[in-house]
């Protein structure tokens, strides 16, 4: 006897309260089957169930994270099945991300009674914005002078300690925290996205962004970089209450679609939880010297000693380069790709050494790898670097020097044939300025000199009649290029700090 049979889920029976009706049906099922009273296990073992429960992840996919987030704010009906969630946001709103610990018991004990640090950024969605990222951002800088992407609304938040915001990221906040304590905090982002899209005709769509949180624990030194979790969520931003209207509108096209249109869409969640993904990576072109905070570690910083000769002024911390050699491995090679994010062609490099990949061309990479991405390879594998917008020579002043100085005010100055002054022989360190502010230079020089940027108080450039004129941003940006400054210093009021003039 040929007969089908149509079961409900068991999550539809139990929503629409048919639980009875279901229990008929399944008795039934008992009388076709054989005889004799059903089980539960024989139901589930029928195909239907066991089709169910083969979509399903596998067990180590559903493990418990060290740490969830989780955004308060409704994502978007409009999402289908297996896409990634969307939320919207208003501009400058403050919304609130939940800083969860779910450890389990004797998981990760090194940081019981310890605080951890989030880093949050808002990055581009798009992998083609991905490229341009820090000239998009440069952009938006001169078009908003003085606005930030993304800020800590600090007096709503709760639980967070020493929040950061450094000036020359605009997209970047940090604070540390204990897991062990209530953790939330306010974020709120002042870009909107339609201002990244290509303005051609107006009611362009807006791109989205991504709200991504890295997590690290302390290392022996004290420094927080090692990594513990890290977690993103997709989100479009819209000027004030425009994300109101646009989940409006979302929810009302999903109201006129039909049964079985809607069961190819997500619902709309109340909260939005944000997945697991990689740590954001380093990026080279940005001066890697930690931010101010956060940092135990204190270098001398001695000054005056010396005449600005090799053997007496610090040796500069060696340039950041990540450029491939003819001499290397595949298997470093594969670790150079993920370094510099192309991940995503490791498979099809598996057995390039670093030899194979410079002989590449141009447009075998773009062959290869399409046109962003195989541009964006070429440059690398060239070891292409971004001219600074402003390259200034500086010099330590010795006593050596002030004593001459000194000599040529009472005396008339004598030149050799060489052209030196008294023979001496100076030597100036440049320093390449991408930002053009003050906290750069600031970065830069205690880079130079190896030591702690909070050991430079204040920057100063001496003027006419020798008046000390405080360096701003905008002083900087109307520096000439290729200037020569000598450097000098003064004890700061503070303990362990110092002035710095440029002469």
Same mark, same amino acid.
């Given at each position: 006897?040929?007969?089908?049979?149509?079961?409900?889920?068991?999550?539809?029976?139990?929503?629409?309260?048919?639980?009875?009706?279901?229990?008929?049906?399944?008795?039934?099922?008992?009388?076709?089957?054989?005889?004799?009273?059903?089980?539960?296990?024989?139901?589930?073992?029928?195909?239907?169930?066991?089709?169910?429960?083969?979509?399903?992840?596998?067990?180590?996919?559903?493990?418990?994270?060290?740490?969830?987030?989780?955004?308060?704010?409704?994502?978007?009906?409009?999402?289908?099945?297996?896409?990634?969630?969307?939320?919207?946001?208003?501009?400058?709103?403050?919304?609130?991300?939940?800083?969860?610990?779910?450890?389990?018991?004797?998981?990760?004990?090194?940081?019981?009674?310890?605080?951890?640090?989030?880093?949050?950024?808002?990055?581009?969605?798009?992998?083609?914005?991905?490229?341009?990222?820090?000239?998009?951002?440069?952009?938006?800088?001169?078009?908003?002078?003085?606005?930030?992407?993304?800020?800590?609304?600090?007096?709503?938040?709760?639980?967070?300690?020493?929040?950061?915001?450094?000036?020359?990221?605009?997209?970047?906040?940090?604070?540390?925290?204990?897991?062990?304590?209530?953790?939330?905090?306010?974020?709120?982002?002042?870009?909107?996205?339609?201002?990244?899209?290509?303005?051609?005709?107006?009611?362009?769509?807006?791109?989205?962004?991504?709200?991504?949180?890295?997590?690290?624990?302390?290392?022996?030194?004290?420094?927080?970089?090692?990594?513990?979790?890290?977690?993103?969520?997709?989100?479009?931003?819209?000027?004030?209450?425009?994300?109101?209207?646009?989940?409006?509108?979302?929810?009302?096209?999903?109201?006129?679609?039909?049964?079985?249109?809607?069961?190819?869409?997500?619902?709309?969640?109340?909260?939005?939880?944000?997945?697991?993904?990689?740590?954001?990576?380093?990026?080279?072109?940005?001066?890697?010297?930690?931010?101010?905070?956060?940092?135990?570690?204190?270098? #001398?910083?001695? =000054?005056? @000693?010396?005449?600005?000769?090799?053997?007496? &002024? $610090?040796?500069?911390?060696?340039?950041?380069? /990540?450029?491939?050699?003819?001499?290397?491995?595949?298997?470093?090679?594969?670790?150079?790709?993920?370094?510099?994010?192309?991940?995503?062609?490791?498979?099809?490099?598996?057995?390039?050494?670093?030899?194979?990949?410079?002989?590449?061309?141009?447009?075998?990479?773009?062959?290869?790898?399409?046109?962003?991405?195989?541009?964006?390879?070429?440059?690398?594998?060239?070891?292409?670097?971004?001219?600074?917008?402003?390259?200034?020579?500086?010099?330590?002043? #010795?006593?050596? =020097?002030? @004593?001459?100085?000194?000599?040529?005010?009472? &005396? $008339?100055?004598?030149?050799?044939?060489?052209? /030196?002054?008294?023979?001496?022989?100076?030597?100036?360190?440049?320093?390449?300025?991408?930002?053009?502010?003050?906290?750069?230079?600031?970065?830069?020089?205690?880079?130079?000199?190896?030591?702690?940027?909070?050991?430079?108080?204040?920057?100063?450039?001496?003027?006419?009649?020798?008046?000390?004129?405080?360096?701003?941003?905008?002083?900087?940006?109307?520096?000439?290029?290729?200037?020569?400054?000598?450097?000098?210093?003064?004890?700061?009021?503070?303990?362990?700090?110092?002035?710095?003039?440029?002469?």
């Amino acid at each position: 006897m040929a007969w089908a049979l149509k079961l409900p889920l068991a999550d539809e029976v139990i929503e629409s309260g048919l639980v009875q009706d279901f229990d008929a049906s399944l008795s039934g099922i008992g009388q076709e089957l054989g005889a004799g009273a059903y089980s539960m296990s024989d139901v589930l073992a029928l195909p239907i169930f066991k089709q169910e429960e083969s979509s399903l992840p596998p067990d180590n996919e559903n493990e418990i994270l060290p740490f969830q987030y989780v955004l308060c704010a409704a994502t978007s009906p409009a999402v289908k099945l297996h896409d990634e969630t969307l939320t919207y946001l208003n501009q400058g709103q403050s919304y609130e991300i939940r800083m969860l610990d779910n450890r389990k018991l004797g998981e990760l004990p090194e940081i019981n009674g310890k605080l951890v640090k989030s880093i949050f950024r808002v990055v581009f969605h798009d992998r083609r914005l991905q490229y341009t990222e820090h000239q998009q951002l440069e952009g938006w800088r001169w078009n908003r002078p003085g606005d930030r992407i993304l800020d800590i609304d600090i007096p709503m938040s709760v639980g967070i300690i020493d929040p950061r915001a450094n000036p020359t990221q605009l997209n970047t906040v940090e604070f540390l925290w204990d897991p062990a304590k209530r953790t939330s905090v306010f974020i709120q982002v002042h870009c909107i996205s339609t201002e990244f899209t290509m303005r051609k005709h107006g009611g362009e769509k807006g791109v989205p962004f991504r709200v991504q949180i890295d997590t690290f624990k302390e290392n022996e030194n004290g420094e927080y970089t090692e990594h513990l979790h890290s977690a993103s969520c997709q989100i479009k931003v819209f000027k004030p209450k425009g994300a109101d209207r646009k989940q409006k509108t979302d929810r009302e096209k999903m109201e006129k679609r039909t049964p079985h249109e809607k069961e190819k869409y997500q619902p709309s969640y109340e909260t939005t939880i944000l997945t697991e993904c990689s740590p954001w990576p380093e990026i080279t072109y940005v001066n890697n010297s930690p931010s101010p905070g956060f940092n135990s570690s204190h270098s #001398s910083f001695s =000054l005056g @000693e010396g005449n600005g000769s090799p053997n007496h &002024q $610090p040796d500069p911390p060696p340039p950041v380069t /990540d450029n491939l050699l003819p001499t290397t491995t595949p298997q470093e090679a594969q670790q150079w790709l993920h370094r510099n994010r192309f991940s995503t062609f490791t498979r099809l490099f598996t057995n390039f050494s670093g030899a194979d990949l410079l002989k590449l061309t141009r447009d075998d990479v773009i062959q290869i790898c399409g046109p962003a991405d195989g541009i964006r390879l070429f440059n690398a594998l060239k070891g292409r670097m971004v001219r600074p917008r402003l390259t200034i020579y500086v010099c330590q002043e #010795s006593l050596q =020097l002030r @004593e001459q100085q000194q000599q040529q005010q009472q &005396q $008339p100055q004598q030149k050799h044939e060489d052209g /030196d002054s008294n023979g001496t022989f100076f030597v100036y360190h440049a320093i390449y300025l991408e930002e053009l502010t003050a906290v750069e230079l600031t970065e830069k020089i205690a880079q130079l000199f190896s030591i702690s940027p909070r050991q430079i108080s204040q920057i100063y450039k001496q003027g006419p009649t020798g008046i000390h004129v405080l360096i701003s941003d905008e002083m900087i940006q109307n520096f000439q290029e290729e200037a020569c400054f000598i450097l000098d210093t003064m004890k700061a009021e503070t303990n362990d700090s110092y002035h710095i003039i440029l002469k």
